[in-house]
């Protein structure tokens, strides 16, 4: 049995069955309350449908505006193999708000594609997006096959326009799954109504998918702060991944320092052997002269030192960005000004299809893929690779106008 879990996230132009299909998943893996079935299952008799596994997604959406019992950005179901979580993305602006901020760690996608409706705008923009955050997980699901009589032939025609529009974004999806979320077809079971399809289901596809085990990464602590505990100097902040060890040997990134661990400090832990991702902590190093907010300890590979940071970035505020207009980097502890050097290229926010190469500005809510210089030289990881060092927020004038995520070289 596997002991990992695994982070995706739903994606899809609206109205193509998202809500149905996370609805169907928590019924089918026995992870929906009987109560809240037997609701949804009145309400649906009421308006005169079937089952609509679709309320089961506005009655979480207003639990969590009310701020109670559910989670703001993951649902979870279990199968008998692991633990999946589901990043809740509602749209396009926030799903990448999400992205930026943290609450979106997903590690594999489902792109849904409505099979009457075919390839949309929306499918586009968030084929896009999963290019954006460097997935090579992606499974897609042509839903309401039970609306075209689970025809074989307008399923290879939508496949066949979704695998070209991916292909161009450098996705190769490992499963292309015909299914009726509404029916359950091809969800949990295989449906004897696509006899044709030879392929996985939705829970068996998943399941071949790997987690990203950013405990298993290098090591990554950005220093928050240095506190004086008697006569010790302790930095303290977030192992953003990997783990640590008493008496492991690390490096002061940037620098090149080497050193060791000579103690870890976690509350309310005695002196601790180890820490990991995601643990507050503080920890003396055996050298630590000069060290402060901003700086990185890690193991190796290192980080990358550059002064010159290639990524992708939204623009969220109505100030638009000028060429030449002077802007603060942030990433984990670091604060660093720059400004945009080069704007690659930028896409419209409608349909995500090339708008412009060699911008002059970038305006609000569009993409752009750019290259920052910066006044001094900082450390990151590809976003694709360890999240939290290559998420980055651009402020002007003190405010935050655009989150981005940094590229592979």
């Known amino acids: 049995m596997r002991e990992d879990s695994l982070k995706f996230v739903i994606v899809g132009h609206v109205d193509h069955g998202k809500s149905t299909l996370i609805g169907r998943l928590l019924y089918d893996t026995n992870s929906l309350p009987e109560e809240k079935f037997e609701e949804i299952k009145a309400t649906s008799k009421v308006l005169g449908r079937e089952v609509e596994f679709a309320f089961l997604m506005d009655a979480l959406k207003e639990e969590r505006e009310r701020g ?37 760690q997903a590690e594999a996608a489902i792109l849904i594609v409505d099979v009457d409706e075919g390839v949309r705008e929306q499918t586009r923009r968030h084929g896009y997006l999963l290019s954006m955050l460097g997935l090579n997980q992606v499974c897609v699901v042509i839903n309401k096959m039970d609306l075209v009589d689970y025809s074989r032939e307008r399923f290879e025609e939508v496949k066949g326009d979704i695998i070209a529009y991916l292909d161009g974004l450098g996705i190769a999806p490992s499963f292309v799954i015909p299914i009726s979320a509404l029916k359950g077809d091809n969800v949990a079971s295989l449906s004897p109504n696509l006899e044709w399809y030879s392929g996985p289901t939705v829970l068996k596809a998943l399941a071949t998918f790997d987690g990203a085990k950013i ?26 991944s990997g783990e640590v060890k008493k008496g492991q040997k690390v490096v002061v ?76 980097f942030r990433c984990v502890t670091q604060e660093v ?63 935050p106008v655009a989150g981005g995520i940094v590229s592979r070289e």
């Open 253 to 328: 990134a940037g620098r090149g320092e080497k050193t060791s661990v000579a103690s870890i400090e976690k509350f309310p832990v005695e002196n601790p052997e180890k820490a990991q991702y995601g643990e507050s902590i503080g920890l003396c190093l055996e050298r630590q002269e000069g060290i402060g907010r901003g700086e990185v300890i890690a193991s190796e590979p290192l980080p990358r030192t550059t002064g010159t940071v290639r990524g992708s970035v939204f623009w969220m505020e109505n100030l638009p960005y000028k060429k030449g207009d002077k802007v603060v």
């Open 68 to 104: 109670i019992t559910i989670d703001t950005a993951q649902i979870f179901f279990r199968t008998p193999q692991r633990t999946y979580v589901i990043i809740d993305a509602p749209g396009h602006k926030e799903f990448i708000k999400n992205m930026i901020t943290g609450a979106s």
């Open 337 to 399: 000004k720059g400004e945009i050097h080069e704007i690659l290229r930028k896409y419209d926010p409608a349909s995500m299809e090339k708008k412009e190469e060699g911008a002059q500005e970038i305006l609000p809510a569009e993409v752009a893929e750019v290259i920052i210089r910066l006044d001094r030289p900082v450390l990151v990881d590809p976003f694709s690779f360890i999240s939290e060092m290559g998420r980055f927020v651009i402020e002007m004038n003190g405010i």
């Open 215 to 240: 405990e298993e990464r290098p090591f990554r602590f950005p220093v928050q702060d240095v506190y004086l505990m008697g006569d010790r100097k302790v930095l303290v902040g977030r192992v953003e």
